[in-house]
């Protein structure tokens, strides 16, 4: 991995005292995505089927089944758009511009129906303190281009690093994956070991961490 790093490589800087504003809407903006994944994929272990991919645009759901058709959600950070695809090629998109989460959700669920995508889930985001219902939360509204296309240069640039690292690896390996409850970039190489049981934690953290 050491040829990948050299400086022309490196990242850009990601102050989050400058960015974190942003940082909070677009975390909860992927997880109203998310979840729209998590209700319609198959389970599968480690909740790795809930996982975003990274895209040189930026994010992506990768291929969502539903009824007789296939789509895919895009979170495009070069053109700031939310892209929707679907199988028989039409195509939906919405600005990705600053605006509440509230605002977001909507939008968002009306592009679905005008694609004839209908879908429900739990609208109360994960894994942060003092969560707020998507279509009440007025507070998270910021959205700087310059801070979200650094983002994503750093995404990419970890995660060819990430493939390089599980490339060699035998035996059981997680994708490169993103997880919008956490908003963090993975990969998890399995030692085929059970993990001790953790009696406290919550089924999510049971599934996640079963195997060490």
């Known amino acids: 991995m050491a040829q990948m790093l050299d400086e022309s490589r490196l990242w850009p800087a990601l102050p989050l005292n400058e960015w974190k504003d942003t940082y909070a809407t677009l975390h909860m903006w992927t997880q109203i995505v998310g979840k729209v994944r998590l209700s319609l994929t198959p389970r599968t272990n480690h909740w790795w089927n809930v996982a975003f991919r990274v895209t040189p645009?930026?994010?992506?759901?990768s291929t969502?089944?539903?009824r007789d058709r296939t789509f895919e959600i895009l979170f495009d950070f070069i053109q700031h758009q939310l892209v929707?695809?679907?199988?028989?090629g039409k195509r939906y998109s919405m600005p990705l511009v600053a605006q509440s989460v509230a605002d977001f959700y909507q939008a968002f669920m009306r592009m679905l129906r005008e694609a004839d995508i209908e879908v429900s889930f739990w609208r109360m985001p994960v894994e942060i303190p003092d969560p707020?219902?998507?279509?009440?939360?007025?507070?998270h509204s910021s959205y700087d281009p310059q801070y979200v296309d650094r983002l994503r240069q750093i995404l990419v640039t970890v995660n060819t690093i990430f493939e390089e690292f599980r490339a060699d690896f035998l035996g059981k390996c997680s994708p490169v994956h993103f997880f919008w409850g956490s908003f963090d970039l993975a990969v998890t190489r399995f030692s085929g070991r059970r993990a001790p049981e953790r009696p406290a934690a919550d089924s999510i953290t049971k599934e996640a961490s079963r195997m060490k």
């Not at 645009?57 to 759901?61: C, F, P, R, Y």
């Not at 929707?84 to 028989?88: C, K, N, P, T, V």
């Open 57 to 61: 645009q930026g994010l992506t759901t």
């Open 64 to 66: 969502i089944p539903y």
């Open 84 to 88: 929707l695809q679907i199988s028989e």
């Open 132 to 139: 707020v219902p998507f279509d009440n939360d007025h507070l």
